[in-house]
């Protein structure tokens, strides 16, 4: 029987003011094990993923499913059945990717059954499903990346960290839905405030490959963050508490998670943290991985 396993990061997305545009892949991974087999289909799911709140389907709805079909109807391959496997350390709901992740693996896992080399519609493929390609590039690239939209086809460009930049995520209990926090944001911003982000948008790549001594005014934003504040009200205000005390922070991605871009991989002392789980994650400079089992 074919079998794969396919190790994806998780991400950051946004940064501050890269909103739908910059993100950053995190050393923090879902691993999923894809088996061919004669029929059927048979999906499991551990960690945290499987029971409670964070219960997820088992059937074709998955999400990993989808994609792995996706990608397979992409080659014109169709497996005779399939049994998975999920091992997920991705919070769900937190502003990790979480469900670029899962995208990712799937198509990924698709790639590899169709016995295909990921390529450029790979990307496209995973986008696809969210509408925005920032955390899928991030997943299935590493490092930090650039995406756009150009006719209707997701494209990335990926660049390399700095070094010294050492993340730090605060991470809550409070769940998030990104439909949710992007319905709070209008339909229009006033000129001076597109303007601002527009030129912290292109500090924060500056910042984030060659000089991070600038991340603090590169992670500013008005484009949305505050419009998003009463729906993460401890997330902005800790990002608030952490930029007054001289800390590039952001809320990830539509959050609740806060980003903190550190030099020492810690956060002030006396940082007010009630509520939030601190973890400290390296950048993922590799990207989704496929193995054969």
Not at 66 to 95: D, K, S, V
Not at 219 to 247: F, K
Not at 257 to 275: F, K, M, N, W
């Amino acid at each position: 029987m074919t079998s794969y396993r396919v190790t994806v990061p998780a991400s950051t997305a946004n940064l501050g003011p890269g909103f739908d545009a910059l993100g950053m892949a995190l050393s923090l991974y879902d691993v999923v094990e894809v088996t061919v087999i004669d029929h059927g289909l048979k999906v499991e799911v551990v960690d945290a993923g499987a029971g409670g709140v964070a219960d997820v389907p088992t059937d074709e709805s998955h999400l990993v499913v989808r994609a792995i079909r996706r990608a397979c109807e992409h080659w014109g391959f169709r497996p005779p059945g399939l049994h998975l496997r999920c091992r997920n350390a991705i919070p769900h709901a937190r502003g990790l990717g979480s469900s670029a992740a899962a995208v990712v693996s799937g198509v990924a896992a698709g790639y590899a059954l169709a016995e295909r080399p990921l390529d450029a519609d790979a990307l496209q493929l995973a986008a696809e499903f969210e509408g925005h390609a920032d955390n899928a590039a991030a997943s299935l690239l590493g490092g930090l990346v650039i995406a756009w939209e150009e006719s209707g086809r997701f494209l990335a460009e990926r660049l390399e960290p700095h070094p010294g930049i050492r993340p730090v995520l605060a991470i809550p209990e409070l769940r998030s839905s990104t439909d949710a926090t992007r319905g709070l944001l209008p339909d229009a911003v006033p000129h001076a405030d597109a303007a601002f982000t527009a030129g912290r948008a292109a500090l924060a790549v500056h910042a984030l490959t060659a000089r991070p001594d600038l991340l603090l005014p590169a992670t500013e934003d008005r484009l949305h963050q505050h419009y998003r504040a009463p729906a993460l009200p401890a997330s902005v205000a800790l990002v608030d508490a952490l930029r007054d005390n001289g800390i590039a922070a952001a809320v990830s991605g539509a959050g609740p998670t806060v980003l903190a871009l550190t030099e020492g991989g810690a956060l002030p002392e006396g940082a007010d943290t009630r509520g939030f789980s601190l973890a400290e994650l390296a950048i993922d400079l590799g990207g989704v991985k496929v193995e054969v089992r």
